[in-house]
Structures are given as C-alpha cells and as structure tokens.
C-alpha cells in the first residue's frame, strides 16, 4: 500500500488532492459556507473583499464566498453527469466497432466525421437552444456528441488488442466474441478513454460554465460558476470580485482534473 502510494506520480497525487477537497465541497456546502449564498443583505451591497466577507459580496448583498463554494455542488455534478453516460456508451459501441472491423467500422467512421465536422460547443449550443435551456437538456446535447470521441478511442485500442497472443488464445479456445470484447479486450483497452475522460470533466465544467453565462445552462439564482460570472460582468470595473473568484474556482479544478489524467497516464503506463 505505501510503495504505491510512493510510486504514484506527482502530478496525480497534487490532482488528486484537489478533486478530493472539491468533491468534499461539493457534497457538504453547508459545512464551508459562512452565509446562505441567497440569502440578501441589502445593507452589505458590493462590499469588497473583507474578513466578514473574504470573496465580497455583489450587487444583491449576497456572500460571494459562500455562493462559490455552493455551485461546487452544481458543477462537480456537470463534470460527472455529462460525461458519465458518454463514457459508457462510447467505450461500449467502441469496443464492438473494433473488434467488428469492416463495414461497421466503415459506418462507425462516417458518424464520427458527420459530428465532429461541427464544432463540439455550436453543436451543444444549438441542441440546447432547441430543447431548453437547463442542465437536463445540455446533459442530452453532449450525450448526443461526446459518446463518438470515446468510441473512436476506444475502438483504435481495441484493434491494438485484438491482435495480441491473448486475443487469439481466447478465440481458440472457443470463447464467444462478447466474452473475448467484453471480458478480455475492452479492460485492456480503457486507459485511452479513462484518462480522456479525466480531462473530459475538466471540459465539462468548462462547457457548464459557458451554457450558465450566456442564458443556457444552469438558471438563477442558482450558485453556478458561469451564472456568477455572467453576474459580476456588469460590475467588472467597481467590483471585480463578483466574476473574478468563480473563475479562479473554475481554473483550480480544471487544474485538478488535468494534473490527475495526466498523472494517471503516467502511472499506467509504467504499469504495463
């Protein structure tokens, strides 16, 4: 247990701590935040940073401090529920493209340049707009795309695979190809997706915050990073903190992400 933990690398360890404080966070808000982050105070509009209020407040009186540390629990649940199901699909549709090989992969890569021939956030951006603003349907928009970037990484590995000793023992021996994919090739195959996936989150949070500051993603009053920015760009010039400190949350656990895939890369690798 110890020699792992001394043998992860440096970057996973520091990301990792990061993810951990944010996911802790983002579970129990209440237990970090010194004020109700909707709670008004009209006595105490845009004060500056201050020791009763060290991330200020903004033009409703509102804790700043309290209202980011609150949409950690919005946008820690982006980076998991918008990407979740595109991992699973896209890896399992991958893995069966892969192993399949010709007309399927044929037809597999003529979905995959149809979508990724558009830019991934006008495409996001115009599903969203015909369903409704709101995280449900900007989960739907990129479930609809971002299963074809695991899928295509997913099936590239697979066909690495499929050509190794243990791929051909499985199939002498009679094992269905379900087992042979399922069972034996596919966890082989997973770093790709896995460690795409870490950064994937990072991007999600990214796209999140995007949707929230122009009117698509999450909706006021709710505490969302994005929302809070759109929030202070009015007050840009006399009050800087209202925008400035939900992105520098945004930044630190994009961070956070990044530095755990990357050091997840690293670790696998040493470990094949």
Excluded at 49 to 71: C, E, K, Q
Excluded at 107 to 119: K, L, M, S, Y
Aim: hydrophobic residues 55%.
């Amino acid at each position: 247990m110890h020699r792992v933990l001394f043998d992860l690398p440096a970057t996973m360890i520091i990301g990792g701590i990061i993810l951990f404080a944010s996911f802790v966070l983002a579970f129990f808000p209440s237990l970090f935040a010194p004020y109700d982050p909707n709670a008004f105070d009209y006595g105490a509009l845009l004060h500056a940073p201050t020791l009763a209020h060290p991330f200020g407040t903004d033009n409703y009186g509102r804790d700043m401090l309290s209202r980011v540390i609150h949409a950690y629990t919005i946008d820690m649940q982006i980076a998991v529920f918008a990407t979740i199901v595109p991992v699973i699909v896209g890896t399992l549709i991958g893995a069966v493209v892969g192993y399949a090989g010709g007309l399927t992969e044929a037809f597999f890569g003529r979905v995959v340049d149809a979508i990724i021939t558009f830019p991934f956030l006008v495409l996001v951006i115009a599903i969203v707009s015909v369903l409704g603003p709101g995280l449900i349907n900007m989960y739907i928009a990129v479930g609809i795309i971002d299963w074809v970037f695991y899928g295509r990484l997913t099936a590239a590995e697979i066909k690495v695979q499929k050509r190794l000793d243990y791929a051909d023992a499985g199939r002498v021996m009679g094992y269905r190809p379900s087992r042979v994919v399922f069972r034996h090739l596919l966890p082989n195959a997973m770093t790709p997706a896995l460690v795409y996936w870490m950064t994937d989150m990072a991007l999600a949070i990214l796209l999140g915050s995007s949707l929230g500051y122009l009117g698509l993603g999450a909706q006021p009053p709710a505490a969302e990073w994005g929302v809070l920015i759109a929030d202070g760009k009015n007050f840009m010039t006399t009050a800087w903190w209202i925008s400035i400190f939900p992105g520098l949350a945004i930044v630190i656990t994009g961070l956070g992400f990044s530095l755990f895939g990357d050091g997840l890369a690293e670790f696998l690798r040493t470990r094949r």
